[in-house]
Structures are given as structure tokens and as C-alpha cells.
């Protein structure tokens, strides 16, 4: 006598691997109709980020640096001494520019001279300087000095 | 019995490679949102525009007046608010621009032009409420005039364009 049980472990196995094959075929399927939370934590987000972001500040510290104190002396011939760093006057304006304009957007700004190679001044206004890879804009003063507005995320 | 079991094969190949497809376009099937980039731009524009060097531009301030309003300022900065014909975008306005001059000091606007408004209004109210709303962005310049007076220029862009960068 002719047996079926052969046949029949043969087709439940096939049964169950289509089963499964359809339940991880409808899993991912359900995972990338998620789309934007995944994209969000993978960074895939297509979203267009373009590289201006400080062209606007960058206008700001030209005319910060061009704005003339009480004597009629502008912040750039100032800070271009060799002893020149902020002062009550230009410390405080540029904190209401910088931190007042572009805090929102960039929680961490320094503002002030450098000189030499890479030795930061630190002031009062903000803090002690740092050397940053990124995020940070140069404006040479005299061969020696330079002022740096760092505006980091 | 091998028969079966090859149309089986098929049958299978054929799902697999249909599911990775759908999944794939609906992945990334979604069209780019420049939005963002493009609320951007305009504000570098009109500060470009509102900045020369850390001055106002002739064309902005005279020295005595200001000479930029509502029906110059997209011929001076050099910008249109002209779209593709498509879904009655040019009907609707896709833009939106807002300039405001203020004393840097007192913060006020007296004495000086009020406000100047461009484009669809509708879409101020509707900044960034979502992915299916207007992108907004606004920045704020400190420039001087001629005689080194202070003032704060602040710029509000919005763009619309939903059907193009949003599914």
C-alpha cells in the first residue's frame, strides 16, 4: 500500500515557506510605505540643503565692521591696533547683532580676533575662542590679525 | 509535480521582484522638496540687494530718502514672481516677499517706508504649519547708509508650490 505522508510534509513545507516569504514581503512593504519617520531616522529625507547659510550673517559683520564709534572711528580701524579687541561699544553690538539675529538658527556663536597662528582672543562677550572645522567666517584685519564670526549648529 | 513546483518558482520570483519595485518607488518615488532652498535663496537675494558692502545701495537710499516701494522692489533686486503654468500656480501667486526697514537702534519704523508686502498674503498665515504648506524663512541684516546711520532690514520669504515638492 501506497503511503501520502511524504507528499503531504512536502507541500505544507511549501505552504509555510510561501506564508512566510509573504509576511516578510508585506512587512517591509508596510515599513517603507512609513516613508518619512524612516527617512527621518535613516537621514534619507529628500530635502534640498544648500550651502548659503551664512552669506546673510556674512553681510552683517561687513557692516558691523564698517559702523563707526562715538569718535567717529570705525570698529575695523579699532580692532586693526595691535591691542585692539572688543570694547563696551563694539562687544555689545555685536552681541545684539550676532546673538540677537542668528541665535535662533545657530545656538553656538563666537565672535572675536584672532592672531597669529590660530590664537584666539577671548572677551568678555562671548566667551573663550575656539577653532572650528566648519561654520566659521574670516575677515582679515592686517597681516597679523583677523576677526572670526563662528556660527555653529 | 516539477511542473508545479516551476510555475511555483515563478509565481514567487515574480512577487519578490514586484514588492522590492513598489518598495523602491515608493522609498524614493517622492519628488525632491526644494522649498527650502528656495525661501533661502530669495532672502539672499534681496539681502544681496538691501547690502552692498555693508551699505545700503544707492538704488535702496539716496542719502536723504528711500527710494525702494512695493512696485520697484522685484525690478531692482532683479527677481520675478512669474511660475510654470501649471495647477493655476501663476492665479494663485507662489510667493510671497516682506521687507521691513527699522531703526536699528529704537527699533522703529518712523520716518521710515512702511512694510513692504509682495505675492500671495495668504501664505504668511500658513508658514511651516507642515509638509503640505508653505516654506518660510526669515532672516534679519544690519546695514548701514551712507552716513553710517544703523538700521535692521528684516526679510520674510514664503514659497508655496506644493503640488511639485510634496506628494
Known amino acids: ?50 550651502n548659503f547659510e551664512k552669506e546673510v550673517p556674512y553681510k552683517s559683520l561687513f557692516a558691523f565692521l564698517l559702523t563707526k564709534n562715538s569718535e567717529g572711528v570705525r570698529i575695523f580701524s579699532k580692532l586693526s591696533f595691535p591691542e585692539g579687541d572688543l570694547n563696551d561699544f563694539s562687544g555689545k553690538l555685536a552681541l545684539r547683532i550676532f546673538k540677537n539675529f542668528y541665535g535662533d538658527t545657530f545656538p553656538n556663536i563666537w565672535f572675536g580676533v584672532g592672531e597669529g597662528y590660530f590664537e584666539f582672543r577671548s572677551n568678555e562677550y562671548f566667551g573663550v575662542g575656539y577653532q572650528t572645522q566648519f561654520g566659521s567666517i574670516f575677515i582679515k584685519l592686517n597681516e597679523n590679525k583677523w576677526v572670526e564670526l563662528i556660527l555653529e549648529n | 509535480m516539477d511542473k508545479i513546483i516551476s510555475i511555483y518558482w515563478f509565481t514567487v520570483l515574480f512577487l519578490i521582484t514586484g514588492a522590492i519595485v513598489y518598495m523602491v518607488a515608493i522609498f524614493y518615488g517622492e519628488p525632491f522638496d526644494v522649498r527650502d532652498a528656495e525661501s533661502h535663496l530669495l532672502n539672499v537675494q534681496i539681502a544681496d540687494c538691501f547690502s552692498r558692502g555693508g551699505y545700503l545701495p544707492q538704488v535702496i537710499f539716496d542719502g536723504e530718502n528711500f527710494l525702494i516701494n512695493r512696485e520697484n522692489l522685484l525690478d531692482t533686486c532683479k527677481l520675478s514672481f512669474v511660475t510654470e503654468d501649471f495647477s493655476n500656480w501663476n492665479e494663485q501667486g507662489q510667493y510671497y516677499l516682506e521687507v521691513e526697514i527699522l531703526d536699528f537702534d529704537t527699533k522703529s519704523p518712523f520716518e521710515l517706508p512702511p512694510p513692504i508686502r509682495i505675492g500671495n498674503f495668504n501664505l504668511r498665515e500658513l508658514c511651516n504649519l507642515g509638509k503640505r504648506f508653505p516654506k518660510c524663512e526669515s532672516q534679519k541684516i544690519y546695514v548701514l547708509d551712507k552716513n553710517n546711520f544703523p538700521y535692521q532690514i528684516n526679510i520674510l520669504s514664503a514659497v508655496r508650490k506644493v503640488e511639485k515638492n510634496v506628494i
Do not use: P
Open chain 1, 1 to 50: 500500500m501506497l503511503s501520502n505522508r511524504g507528499q503531504i510534509s512536502d507541500t505544507s513545507m511549501w505552504v509555510v515557506s510561501t506564508i512566510i516569504i509573504l509576511v516578510i514581503i508585506s512587512s517591509a512593504i508596510l515599513l517603507t510605505s512609513l516613508g518619512g519617520e524612516i527617512k527621518e531616522t535613516l537621514g534619507l529625507e529628500k530635502s534640498v540643503k544648500i
